[in-house]
Each structure stands twice: as structure tokens, then as C-alpha cells.
């Protein structure tokens, strides 16, 4: 385990995934990370790629050559290498090196970088190509926060008009544009797998009984989804906000990747980053 700690938070996070484990917040004597209890769901805070959610029916087609590939992809899985570290700065690398030949056909590396400075940690994701071909993918985060109190709300900040998907059997089924409100966290919001929306930029999660936020930003991402297990009628104790650069596949999606609903896709030798911050308030 690495850990970042200044003033305000320590933060611990593993090899494995390159995962955030904990964000243990100083001032207020709490840990602000769900502790991967499998009861509910037995992780914290996942890397998706190269997916975000499912491809229709466990499989895709590159090629004319067909790829099973299980949901939210393998980079969670996969032990990184430390590339830096200091006080308040690491970075972790993972390179394909040919091991995922069998369910991805492009040879990547991801570098993944935490960066603490005060009350809020930030997030860098960055993608390269290493093939010789056009590579195709999708990214996204999966953090999990406590729940500290019986009274939260999420508001959101925007821009342009937000568009909110329903899914079916985990792929998207329809959209439709809304008028964007704070949303309560209950069994009745939360009970029909993810609220997902478009031109979010920031999400916060308030808790109304003592003023405690947990401040997700990410402007310029594809997609916000909002998630937490529901058992019997009863609530998990945290919720996920979850930024996405791309979906999981359309219900009608018939397998072809390269038209997978918002990927990405990068030249040969190209990279790309993408960056999202946590503040603990």
C-alpha cells in the first residue's frame, strides 16, 4: 500500500488496480471510502477499462474476430508498477505487454496519477496507444463513499442540456432530456440499478445533518452515473458517483467495437488523459 497524507486526509492506495482504498479524513475523525465489505459489494474504488459497463451478451467483434470481455473490464484486476511517488503525489503504470491479447486486441499502457493537495485528491488517467493499429476504449472510475448519517442529497452542477439514460438488463435502452433537480438518496431513487447523466460537471453528495460534502468534479466527461446496492428494500451504506469517458452498450448494440456506443479510440503511438477531482468537505 502507498499512502499520500497531508494536514486534512490520508490516503491509501493499492498496487492492485491501482485502487484508492481509503481516504481517511482528519478533521472530522472519519473514514470517507467504503471498506469493500462483499456483503454489500467487495470493492472501493475501481478503474474501468477498456470498458464502462457491459458489451451485449458478454462479447464484442473486432475484425471479424469475436472477444468475450466481462463487465467494467480487467484493468481493476491487473497489479501495477510504482512509477513515482512523493508526499503528496504517485503514479502507477500498467503495460499490456501482450497479456490481454485474448479478450483485447491492442497493446496499451495506462498510468494512473494521485495527486493530494489540501481537502481534495485528483484523479489523472492517461491512455496510450502502443499498437500499430487504431486502438479502441473506454474508461471510467467507480468510487464508493460512505455514508456517515441517514440524510443525503446529490446536487449538480451542468452544462447545456442533461439528458438522463434508462437501462435494461445494464445497457442503455432510451434517453431523455430533464430538468436536473437535487436527487435524495433513498430506496425509491435508487432501487432501479444507475441513474446516469450526461453534461454533468460536478457532483456533490451532501449529507443534510451536518453539512458534510464529498465534492466530485469533472468537467468534460461523457457521462455521471450514481449507484448503490439495494437489498430487500434496504440501502446499502455508501453510494458511488461515477465519471465516464463512455457507456455500457446500447440495448440494440450489435457487437461491431468499433461503433460501440461513445467509444474512444486513439492513433497508433497516441495518448490521451483525463482528470477528475475529489474534494473531502
Same mark, same amino acid.
Given at each position: 500500500?502507498? !499512502? %499520500?497524507?497531508?494536514?486534512?486526509?490520508?490516503?491509501?492506495?493499492?498496487?492492485?488496480?491501482?485502487?484508492?482504498?481509503?481516504?481517511?479524513?482528519?478533521?472530522?475523525?472519519?473514514?470517507?471510502?467504503?471498506?469493500?465489505?462483499?456483503?454489500?459489494?467487495?470493492?472501493?474504488? +475501481?478503474?474501468?477499462? @477498456?470498458?464502462?459497463?457491459?458489451?451485449?451478451?458478454?462479447?464484442? =467483434?473486432?475484425?471479424?474476430?469475436?472477444?468475450?470481455?466481462?463487465?467494467?473490464?480487467?484493468?481493476?484486476?491487473?497489479?501495477?508498477?510504482?512509477?513515482?511517488?512523493?508526499?503528496?503525489?504517485?503514479?502507477?503504470?500498467?503495460?499490456?505487454?501482450?497479456?490481454?491479447?485474448?479478450?483485447?486486441?491492442?497493446?496499451?499502457?495506462? =498510468?494512473?496519477?494521485?495527486? %493530494?493537495?489540501?481537502?481534495?485528491?485528483?484523479? =489523472?488517467?492517461?491512455?496510450?496507444?502502443?499498437?500499430?493499429?487504431?486502438?479502441? #476504449?473506454?474508461?471510467?472510475?467507480? +468510487?464508493?463513499? *460512505?455514508?456517515?448519517?441517514?440524510? #443525503?442529497?446529490?446536487?449538480?452542477? =451542468?452544462?447545456?442540456?442533461?439528458?438522463?439514460?434508462?437501462?435494461?438488463?445494464?445497457?442503455?435502452? !432510451?434517453?431523455?432530456?430533464?430538468?436536473?433537480?437535487?436527487?435524495?438518496? !433513498?430506496?425509491?431513487?435508487?432501487?432501479?440499478?444507475?441513474?446516469?447523466? /450526461?453534461?454533468? /460537471?460536478?457532483?456533490?453528495?451532501?449529507?443534510? /445533518?451536518?453539512?458534510?460534502?464529498?465534492?466530485?468534479?469533472? @468537467?468534460?466527461?461523457? #457521462?455521471?452515473?450514481?449507484?448503490? +446496492?439495494?437489498?430487500?428494500?434496504? %440501502?446499502?451504506?455508501?453510494?458511488?458517483?461515477?465519471?465516464?469517458?463512455?457507456?455500457?452498450?446500447?440495448?440494440?448494440?450489435?457487437? /461491431?467495437?468499433? *461503433?460501440?456506443?461513445?467509444?474512444?479510440? %486513439?492513433?497508433?503511438?497516441?495518448?490521451?488523459?483525463?482528470? #477528475?477531482?475529489?474534494?473531502?468537505?
Amino acid at each position: 500500500m502507498i !499512502n %499520500l497524507e497531508n494536514d486534512y486526509l490520508k490516503v491509501t492506495i493499492a498496487l492492485d488496480g491501482a485502487e484508492i482504498r481509503s481516504v481517511f479524513d482528519k478533521s472530522r475523525r472519519i473514514e470517507r471510502m467504503w471498506h469493500a465489505d462483499a456483503k454489500y459489494w467487495g470493492r472501493t474504488s +475501481p478503474v474501468l477499462f @477498456p470498458i464502462v459497463g457491459q458489451v451485449k451478451g458478454g462479447s464484442y =467483434t473486432f475484425d471479424e474476430k469475436d472477444y468475450n470481455l466481462s463487465q467494467h473490464g480487467f484493468l481493476r484486476d491487473q497489479k501495477f508498477e510504482l512509477e513515482s511517488s512523493s508526499e503528496n503525489q504517485v503514479s502507477f503504470i500498467y503495460e499490456s505487454l501482450d497479456k490481454m491479447k485474448d479478450v483485447y486486441p491492442f497493446e496499451h499502457r495506462v =498510468t494512473i496519477t494521485y495527486t %493530494l493537495v489540501e481537502k481534495t485528491v485528483s484523479v =489523472t488517467w492517461k491512455v496510450e496507444n502502443c499498437d500499430t493499429q487504431e486502438m479502441y #476504449y473506454s474508461i471510467g472510475a467507480h +468510487p464508493a463513499f *460512505n455514508l456517515n448519517g441517514d440524510h #443525503y442529497e446529490f446536487e449538480f452542477e =451542468t452544462r447545456g442540456d442533461v439528458r438522463e439514460f434508462s437501462l435494461k438488463q445494464g445497457l442503455v435502452a !432510451n434517453s431523455e432530456i430533464i430538468a436536473v433537480k437535487p436527487v435524495e438518496v !433513498n430506496v425509491e431513487n435508487l432501487q432501479n440499478d444507475a441513474i446516469i447523466y /450526461d453534461n454533468i /460537471d460536478a457532483v456533490s453528495l451532501i449529507n443534510r /445533518d451536518n453539512g458534510e460534502v464529498t465534492r466530485l468534479a469533472c @468537467p468534460g466527461f461523457d #457521462y455521471v452515473g450514481l449507484w448503490m +446496492p439495494v437489498t430487500d428494500g434496504i %440501502l446499502a451504506p455508501f453510494v458511488c458517483i461515477e465519471p465516464w469517458m463512455g457507456i455500457t452498450d446500447s440495448f440494440d448494440e450489435y457487437g /461491431d467495437f468499433r *461503433n460501440k456506443l461513445s467509444i474512444k479510440k %486513439l492513433a497508433p503511438e497516441q495518448q490521451e488523459s483525463y482528470e #477528475y477531482t475529489v474534494s473531502y468537505l
